[in-house]
């Protein structure tokens, strides 16, 4: 008996190599990485592992390539149920494929013989159940072997085998069955899995239960049997009842959606924060949709590691009327003022302004620009750290002419890297979000705000290459800027998260109210979200402040511990500073206070103020100048001037103002401004021209030289036709004032 076997054996070894040989010279079978490759749905798991989204493959199913550990007990149940000398074999069992053809021709009872590594190459070709076919699978099993591990076939198996239905592969059975990964399946959910894919269509919530639990049983038997388990974990495992479809909704779909050649994406999404971001916004979206606002969107990123830890695109990516697959995210947008924080920094740095510097808010002009702020009021002399918080539009418009609007445009495209190169397109009206952003580029900003002013990129995958930040700010000004924004008015928030959470944030609403925004950051959080209509609607109810604020305080509250706040860092000095306007303090300067105040060692030095200058007066407190005979005994001292279209609002509003010694100005049309006015039925152009006119006294006024009247009004209406005009104004003072401007057709 024992030298048949040897025969036997050496028979079969004979065939093997046989067989291996006809597989290498006649089947075209050498596969580089894994031959199913292309037929995985498209899975996105978050930063743990943990699964996020799954969508249906070509072949409408469910079937996932298994990322976890695969547990003993899914081996040991499907190598004892399928394939027992799996570990031995070369690909194919002769002696199981002898009996399976045995009772096959006797008993016309169909009973597989196939191996494990024979089973993955019937899944990979799809073969029909056929003699040839079956020779076809032996032999290519051996090329199989030559080529993988065994454990890697045996994933290969679990990872395409069907589990009833249009679900494939262990791992959505695991999931879609049990709601858990394959590393952490009980022996009974192993046994169940190892034997559905013999026969997948026994899975049905209504029917084939008894003969399912049957085979699972006769499974767990033997694995007891073979001692893999003991009686108490069979009475346990034969008593658990069979799963039904428990699969959870798809988490952070849109940016699933953004790599489409990946169909495993390992992303660096928190899936207890992802949970967090969408149900905030679904449920906040209900509230809004009472005052016509359909959309939200919004991102959370980690602060120090730039890696996006929530995404949501819209208020719901299932929710198809309110066009929730729209990705919010990456659409761009107008920011209206949320802008400010980088505009107030770079500032700083640039040694136009400390935080306690004063600037001009009351109505102005720029050029043809007449800029209001949101809530129709003005502060007149405002410091810029008041403005930053107040988010005061006519300060920061003034700040911009000053940093220059071409410089600013460069310092965002240095951020963002947009290929937009036509900075005169926006001008100063930059600043209050001409130019549309992204959710995603508004995020890139406060990260870099939140690193003390180093920018880089945000990351989505674990496996992203991560590139050097650029400095932008001194960290100095960053941190300035950050302990500004904790401040920011809150207009109805107090109550509910003041001293509960410091969080530098700033909101912005764009003009016409179609785009309203609250984004801030912490050292652990950088939190960006948007309210609005994806339509381009405007909505009067839209304000960044009072909707998506309440919105991003919200998601805070959820998240718990936002990381305390910023450290002050050592990039900064004492510098003296005028009492009156907060600037440079001028030893020149004449019985003025000052004060002392921190500033970036990084920073150019800061300007002396604008607003104060050395005058010579008399006895009679008249100013003087070299020319006086009384010039010789007159006495120095530091005077405010103030810019006469401050003094012409503080007129207005009745407010005491010092007499100047300037008391006439023209604010509008300004020198060389080249204007296009809609015109008249008789082709004129009709310009409104606006003076300030201190004194209120009388006031001539010349155009092109030429006498047109005289009155004490602050403006006049010119009907002028296209050319070129000089407009000059006098008063019974003496004071004067001219521009030049044209006209364009």
Known sequence: MKIKNKILIFLITIISLLLAYFAFIFFSFNPKGDPFESRYSKTMLDRNNEILSIFLNKDEQWHL?????????????????????????LGFDPIALIRSLYINIKYKRKVGGSTISMQTIKLLQKNKRTYFNKIKEIILSLRLESLYS??????MYLNNAPYGGNIVGVSAASLMYFNKSTENLTWAESALLA?????????????????????RNKLLQKLRDKQYIDDDNLKLSMSEKLPTIKRDRNLASHLALRFPQQS?????????????????????????????????????????????????????????EGFGQIDGIIAKRSPG??????????????????PQSKLVDAPTFFSNFKPQNASKK???????RESLIKSLNIPFVGLLQDYGY???????KDILGFSDNNFERYGLSLILGTKELSIEDIARIYVGLGNYGEFGNIYYTKDSTKNPKKRLLSKGSAYLTLDAMRYLERMGLENRFINKKIFSWKTGTSYGRKDAWAAGTSPKYTIVVWSGNFSGESNPNLFGLNITGELLFNILNDLGDVGGEFDKPNDLKEITLDSPSGYRYNEEYKHIKSFKAIYPKMAKPLRYSPFLHNVFINKDKKEVNSLDVDFINAEEITKIVLPLSLLEYYKEQNIEIKKQTKSLQILYPKNHLSIILTKDFEGENELIVRIANINNGNVWWYLNKDYIGMDNKTTKTLRLKAGFYTLSVINDNGDSDSVNFTISK
Do not use: C, W
């Open 195 to 215: 034997v559905l894919p013999n026969a997948p269509g026994l899975i049905h919530l209504k029917k084939n239960n008894d003969i399912l639990i049957q085979k």
């Open 406 to 412: 071409d410089k600013f445009f460069f310092k965002l």
């Open 378 to 384: 003005y502060y007149g002399l405002i410091s810029a």
């Open 65 to 89: 390539k298994n990322t976890a550990n695969l547990s003993d007990k899914l081996k040991i149940a499907t190598l004892t149920f399928e394939d027992k000398n799996f570990y031995s074999h």
């Open 150 to 155: 065994k454990d890697e076939i045996l994933e």
């Open 264 to 320: 495993i994406i390992i992303s660096t999404i928190d899936k207890n924060i992802q949970i967090i971001l969408e149900e905030r916004l679904k449920s906040y979206h209900k509230k809004l949709l009472n005052l016509g606002i359909n959309n939200l969107a919004g991102m959370i990123i980690d602060t120090q590691t730039s890696e996006v830890l929530g995404y949501a695109g819209s208020q719901d990516f299932f929710d198809i």
């Open 337 to 354: 003022s949320i802008l400010k924080p980088l505009l107030y920094a770079l500032a700083i740095d640039d040694g136009l302004i400390a």
